[in-house]
């Protein structure tokens, strides 16, 4: 299958500074990327769904402006975490798709932030 | 609103059967996907249904009633290493993934 690729897989950073996050499909172009969250023992959380050259489309809930999402080419979109705080840890995974229609998304290796 | 329900969690034994099942109910139906995610990694792809029936894959098999919104993987001789999270997702008339909470699935000896 397709390959996504996501980095860093961990990152711990201090509180009040960003943490960017990249996504990266590596053999076919993502039209469509989609950030989700998930915190320890519950389910994938969408956070927003970006395509390349237009602006990022945010669940009700996220903010916009703290989690700064760029899908500037087919290949590669990030998550900007800004001034990050301590609830914001958690488990980061992006999911790429080919194109509109029924396609299964391919995940990255999803990022763990820890916050301290 | 749109829902996915499927158990949060179920036990089975070492080379027994298991069926896992999810129920749903979304604005339109582009197909059924089911991933599993062991803890602390990504969702890897298990399975599309589209049209109803059973799709066989391995030990893995999936089950689609669209009338009855409908869908279980069915897991056959289980290994230790199936202990995973197994996630339903449903891909809505807008291309929409929409997700199950996932149903935990321990294997014991």
């Known amino acids: 299958g397709a390959v996504v690729s996501q980095h860093p897989s961990w990152v711990i950073c201090k509180s009040g500074t960003s943490v960017k996050i990249e996504c990266r499909s590596l053999d076919f172009q993502a039209t469509t990327m989609f950030w989700y969250r998930q915190f320890p023992k519950q389910s994938l959380m969408l956070m927003a769904t970006?395509?390349?050259?237009?602006?990022?489309?945010?669940e009700q809930g996220v903010e916009k402006d703290k989690f700064l999402i760029n899908h500037a080419s087919l290949t590669l979109s990030t998550l900007t975490v800004t001034s990050a705080h301590p609830e914001d840890s958690s488990f980061y995974i992006c999911?790429?798709?080919?194109?509109?229609?029924?396609?299964?998304?391919?995940f990255g290796q999803g990022t763990r932030l820890t916050v301290v | 609103g749109q829902n996915i329900d499927q158990p949060t969690e179920m036990t089975a034994t070492e080379g027994a059967i298991v069926q896992i099942n999810c129920t749903y109910q979304t604005s339109g139906f582009n197909g059924l996907f089911w991933y599993q995610q062991h803890a602390g990694e990504a969702p890897t792809f298990l399975s599309y249904n589209v049209l109803d029936g059973l799709e066989e894959k391995g030990r893995f098999s999936s089950f689609l009633s669209r009338s009855k919104g409908y869908s279980y993987l069915l897991l056959k001789e289980l290994q230790m290493k199936d202990s995973a999270s197994y996630l339903c997702?449903?891909?809505?008339?807008?291309?929409?993934?929409?997700w199950g909470a996932g149903t935990k699935l321990i294997i014991k000896p």
């Open positions: 999911s790429a798709r080919d194109g509109t229609g029924d396609t299964e998304a391919f």
């Open positions: 997702a449903v891909l809505d008339s807008n291309y929409q993934l929409i």
């Open positions: 970006s395509n390349e050259g237009s602006k990022a489309t945010y």
